[in-house]
């Protein structure tokens, strides 16, 4: 895009002529970054307003130990213009998400427009009054969001139960908001963070945290039950079946208790069992990240049969009549027979499988690294139609009601016709998505990087 016309498309220089621009063209310089680039770090001195002409960036702050994700800006977004006003320096860090076009007015530079020019200078100071008017007013309802959300990543998808969301954060809580108004219930602190995604059952939520716990918490008052000791993190989600609970623990094993948190025995695997199990009949299935699917008998932890794959298993498993689905790391999602693990087909992606499958009417939906969301026929593994999205597809695809809801690295929310893969509907937060999304009486809900719930209007 012409420099000018870039320009015309940015608020801060909506009130310029063709002329007045030209004044700003002269004084623009230009800067190509490369992804993760640091463009300034905090605490520096402030010289230049940025503008970004191609890419995206992230803007980041030191907030004790951590590094805190304030926003994500992309194309036609500016940053930096505190410099022009005052000599301070910088209160963020910034960093190139992508490989990026910046353009650049130096502090230097706009004092002598401001001498030099100074209607020009005017009406770009009245714009720039504006847009920071406006983006503190929406900066206070993001710090209102995040006081829900907390200060934490979020890595647990959230579970919609009883008019409740139930969520996990690395800020060490586990949240329950209403899912109508978006208001605190309680929240239960942990030791660590909390990447477990909830299973809610009854009157009980049960969550894993990276202190190697499994909690048992109370769902309508988050008061702790009881909690359960593993060797390692808790990153998987348990599933509770009758009158037992199951859970997988970066300890290698895989648990099953009784609702008083009784331990009824464990099964060790080769690696880290970060996916979640899943029960159907007397079998347990779960994946591991030694490359093996296991089915496990559930009345006294004996394996019945193991498969192996050729990449870690992250992805839970799925069933779809009498067969069992998985993806992999090695870039293939497998069918299988539940029974006993004979394999039916393989479907080859072009890149790591880290979501898990969904399965509806006969179908399979599962992302893939390389940016497509496949449909493949669930008899036979054939290729019904595959969606390309803008980035990365790490989350669970959820289907329902003819529909497909995913989200991707690029911050964005699908909603495809599950029959043809046509996009129905799309939404877009602030940052990357990699959590499943949660569907609820027409509402999307979704977990972006940027620390906030979203809830999109499905209908």
Known sequence: MEKKEFLKSILLFSDLDDAQLDFIINIIKERAVKNTEVVFEEDTPG???????????RITKRVTKKREALSFLRKGDFFGEMSMLEDEVRSATVIAAEDSLLLIIEKKDFLNLLDSHPDVAAKIMRSMARIMSFRLRSADKQVRRNLILSRGYVWSSPVIVGGNIYIGSDDHFVYCLNSTTGELVWKQETGNDVCSTPCVAGDMVYIGSDDHNLYALESRSGLLLWKFTTESKVRSTPWVKGNTVYCGSDDRHVYAFDLSGKLLWKYETGDRVIGSPIVSGNFLYVGSSDHYLYAIDISNGVLIWKFSTKGEII?????????????SED???????????MLRWQFKTEDKITASPAYAKGKVFIGSHDHFLYCLKADDGTLLWKFEAEDSITTSAVAMSDKVYFGSFSGSIYVLDANTGNVLKKYHTEDFVSTAPAVYESQIYVVSFDHNLYVFDGK
């Open 47 to 57: 010289d230049a307003i940025y503008f970004i002409q191609e890419g995206s960036v």
């Open 331 to 341: 870039t293939n999602v497998y069918a299988l027979d539940s029974a006993g693990g």
């Open 315 to 327: 992805s839970t498993p799925t069933l779809g009549g009498e067969m069992i689905y998985i993806g």
